[in-house]
T-cell receptor, first 112, second 114 residues
């Protein structure tokens, strides 16, 4: 079955540690995205990639980093520079940038 | 940039009809999406409008008026499983880059009661 997979579903980390969230898709989509969702808030774009080996900052990129070495994979690293990292993180992909997005199941990150 | 407004919460009765509105301001409109998101889960695509008018898909319909910067999602014959957040997302052209950007509203939390 084609789809987009995020792992893990729940993640706990100590303050000051970097953590990497995984996102893999087998839909052959060119574009991939990372969003952050806080309670009562919409989806806010962290980073996006329109094509392999290229990525751009979204609206709230500070304290995050990404890579896009393979078409299928778009991992997100939450660094210690991110001041408030506890949130629900959603990865998505689409055929082209701005097309209908398919979302992964999300990773709920809690920093203690 | 974009400004997207949706009501924060709505409550409706099982079997009834509910309309969720979305208003937006943008300079290069290129389509509007509606997504459904159950608590703690991923958003799933419901509908897409780029031209004025009504798009119907089973119990769900979506309407767009580009001149008014307005869309609504209409849910008929409400079921308990329709309790979820409904996200409006507007796509517009990215000035100078020849590309699009997609901005999500904060979502409307719909509660369906017996």
């Amino acid at each position: 079955d084609g789809g987009i997979t995020q792992s893990p579903k729940y993640l706990f980390r100590k303050e000051g540690q970097n953590v990497t969230l995984s996102c893999e898709q087998n839909l052959n989509h060119d574009a991939m995205y990372w969003y952050r969702q806080d309670p009562g808030q919409g989806l806010r774009l962290i980073y996006y990639s329109q094509i392999v080996n290229d990525f751009q900052k979204g609206d709230i990129a500070e304290g995050y980093s990404v890579s896009r070495e393979k078409k299928e994979s778009f991992p997100l690293t939450v660094t210690s520079a991110q001041k408030n990292p506890t949130a629900f993180y959603l990865c998505a992909s689409s055929i082209g940038y701005g097309d209908e997005a398919f979302f992964g199941q999300g990773t709920r990150l809690t920093v203690v | 940039g974009q400004n997207i407004d949706q009501p924060t919460e709505m409550t409706a009765t099982e079997g009834a009809i509910v309309q969720i509105n979305c208003t937006y301001q943008t300079s290069g409109f290129n389509g509007l999406f509606w997504y459904q998101q159950h608590a703690g889960e991923a958003p799933t695509f419901l509908s897409y409008n780029v031209l004025d008018g009504l798009e119907e898909k089973g119990r769900f319909s979506s309407f767009l008026s580009r001149s008014k910067g307005y869309s609504y999602l209409l849910l008929k014959e409400l079921q308990m499983k329709d309790s979820a957040s409904y996200l409006c997302a507007v796509r517009d052209t990215y000035s100078g880059a020849g590309s699009y950007q997609l901005t999500f509203g904060k979502g409307t939390k719909l509660s369906v009661i017996p």
